[in-house]
């Protein structure tokens, strides 16, 4: 399938959180991410990076303006096809994994495409060459919980990119790693970003966002896209 | 163009998945399972234990009395039943009667019994010990027949149906009876006088399951009653039937005692006590299911709470199933299974438990164990259903929650 550029499209996109006192966490956000481009989203913590975040993979409503992935106008759109977006244009990388215990990290893989339909056998099989593609193809059958701190992020993005999204998105991938493992996890998305992948970095490091193609703070819900 | 989203954008979860997902999920923590549907089990157990009782105990019970019970009918003379003036109607019945009513289908021997008004003078060896008083007993005339129709446990020759037609003097009596008489050790072939007459002891008689009064007194032939002064109201004639032939046969053996006048005779059916056992059947069984549900609402409640719980430590994981592609429809489907495979894990113990206790009972007791593999198969499922209506609240609450504040909150 054809993936339609740009990407991502946020038009005047907000969000508003209600409460005794509403909080601005996004405000008239503009944003437009082509295909192929590797965005680091960076602010201090509280600024409203994860709101955008959310809002770009589908867990959250804008409570103003539009947003389209895809070409597709999400603003309005029901839960089956949002879920549907989620299944198979979203891949999502978490800074504490969000991996399941118990289960192997082929397992933990292929529930990566566990809501797309597709049959066990081809998740499976996908997921070990996922694993090959990420390094740790001789940790397949481990349980995650015995796998360390770097390795379980391996397995989270061998997770997120197993249905081969459009759109990565990673929230301080490197924010439970020691600085060297994190190092390798961000040479592992600048491999993945070399392959194709549209990638968002949520990052409050620097370093992180030295080295993506694109840089976008956000200060106090307001988008300050630094370009290139 | 929303529509067209609507069809290319859509999250699917396979059946097969849903029941892998759930089976990783509950043989994670096996313990926790057990422990989880413990309360289920216990209900399922009562369930089963207490209908397989039932029916164990019913069968016993069936095997034991049915024989009897079903098998005999008992006729009397309209006049022995009301004391109103009637026409004699031929009892004794004649050899030629008695044949005709054994060769109805059905009957397999025809009892007859007559017993004498007063309690008589009876004694032993009297002319031996002239000073011994003689004690009062009843006497009862009884045909050859009689003697097997009736299984009398019998220590002794008794009599033949010739000794019946030619009033011969011998008599069959108990040692209760003997003892009554000072006698506890008589023997066969032993003295009693009866009213002066004397009799040969013809057999010594253990028991009388048809007709328990027969052992608290003396037994003669039906030919040599008559020299007593006999109790005509007592007159009966006992029909033993087929199994299950009693009821039936009853409405017939008047006239067939007496087609000119059938009814000189009452005949008295054993009540067909097998609708009322079936209702205290019902009401034992309903007792079971009452209880058995009790129990078993109380599991759904610890599934229940189990279940919530699970899913409040599973926060992050509903989320990350959301961010996955999950519908909110998923997530209940994952927990609804969830708690149903654990419910469907206490059926399963529960039934085996069941089954172990009722067998355990039978093994004590020496009985045949009944069981019936359905209500095995409701034990089971009932526990799947169970834990299903305890999945219920929770999957509600884990399918409420939003992504973001899953993801959060971990």
């Known amino acids: 399938m054809s993936i339609p550029d740009p990407i991502v499209s946020c038009v005047e996109m907000s969000r508003t959180y209600c409460g005794s006192v509403p909080v601005k966490a996004l405000r008239a956000a503009n944003l437009t991410i082509h295909r192929g481009e590797q965005v680091a989203v960076c602010g201090p913590s509280g600024s409203g990076k994860s709101t955008l975040l959310n809002l770009l993979g589908l867990l959250d409503r804008p409570s103003a303006g539009s947003y389209r992935l895809l070409g597709v106008d999400t603003t309005d759109l029901g839960e089956r096809p949002r879920a549907g977006l989620r299944a198979e244009a979203i891949g999502f990388v978490f800074q504490s994994f969000h991996l399941l215990p118990g289960r192997s990290a082929a397992e933990n893989v292929a529930m990566g495409m566990l809501y797309t339909g597709a049959a066990r056998i081809e998740r499976t099989n996908r997921a070990r060459h996922v694993l090959e593609r990420v390094g740790l193809a001789d940790r397949a059958d481990t349980d995650v919980t015995r796998l360390s701190g770097g390795e379980r992020q391996r397995v989270a993005i061998a997770r997120a990119i197993l249905h081969e999204p459009a759109l990565l998105l990673a929230d301080e991938p490197t924010g439970n790693l020691d600085t060297g493992i994190g190092s390798s996890i961000l040479d592992l998305l600048g491999e993945l970003h070399a392959d194709g992948y549209t990638q968002i970095i949520v990052t409050h490091n620097d370093a992180v966002a030295q080295r993506a193609t694109r840089r976008i703070d956000v200060v106090d819900g307001r988008l300050i896209d630094s370009g290139t | 163009m929303k529509e067209e989203a609507q069809a290319r954008w859509n999250s699917r979860l396979r059946l097969s998945d849903v029941v892998s997902e759930s089976l990783l999920e509950v043989s994670r923590r096996p313990a926790r399972t057990v422990m989880t549907g413990l309360g289920v089990a216990l209900g399922a157990a009562a369930v089963v234990a207490t209908v397989t009782l039932v029916s164990t105990i019913r069968f016993q019970v069936s095997d034991q009395f049915d024989a009897r019970r079903a098998t005999q009918i008992e006729l009397r003379t309209r006049s022995g039943d009301t004391g109103a003036a009637w026409m004699p109607t031929g009892f004794p019945p004649d050899s030629t009667t008695v044949e005709r009513v054994k060769g109805l289908s059905g009957v397999e021997g025809v009892a007859v ?298």
């Open chain 2, 113 to 410: 019994v007559r017993e004498t008004r007063e309690q008589l003078s009876a004694a032993i060896n009297q002319v031996l010990d002239p000073t011994m008083t003689p004690a009062q007993t009843k006497i009862y005339g009884l045909n050859a027949d009689a003697l097997d129709l009736l299984e009398l446990d019998l220590f002794g020759p008794g009599w033949t149906e010739w000794h019946d037609r030619t009033g011969q003097r011998v008599a069959v009596l108990s040692s209760a009876t003997a003892s009554q008489l000072g006698a506890p050790d008589i023997q066969v072939g032993d003295r009693i006088h009866l009213e002066g007459e004397t009799f040969t002891v013809a057999g010594l008689l253990n028991g009388s399951p048809r007709l328990p009064g027969l052992a608290g007194g003396i037994l003669i032939p039906l030919g040599s009653v008559d020299r007593f002064e006999l109790d005509t109201d007592r007159d009966r004639v006992i029909v033993v039937t087929a199994a299950g032939a009693a009821q039936q046969l009853a409405t017939v053996l008047p006239i067939a005692f007496s087609p000119n006048m059938p009814d000189g005779w009452i005949a008295y059916a054993p009540q067909d006590d097998a609708t009322l056992r079936l209702a205290v059947d019902d009401h034992l069984q309903t007792f079971a299911l009452a209880l058995g549900g009790i129990v078993i609402a109380l599991g759904v409640v610890t599934i229940g709470n189990a279940t919530l719980t699970s899913v409040m430590a599973r926060i992050h994981e509903i989320g990350l199933r959301r961010a996955l592609g999950a519908r909110p429809s998923h997530i209940v489907t994952h927990i609804v299974v969830d708690a149903a495979l654990i419910g469907l894990v206490g059926g399963v113990i529960g039934a085996a438990l069941g089954l172990l206790a009722t067998l355990s009972v039978a093994a004590v007791q020496g009985w045949v164990p009944v069981i019936e593999p359905r209500i095995l198969a409701i034990a089971v499922v009932g526990g799947f259903l169970a834990g299903a209506v305890a999945g219920v609240y929770p999957s509600r609450v884990g399918s409420r929650l939003e992504p973001t504040e899953a993801l959060r909150r971990e």
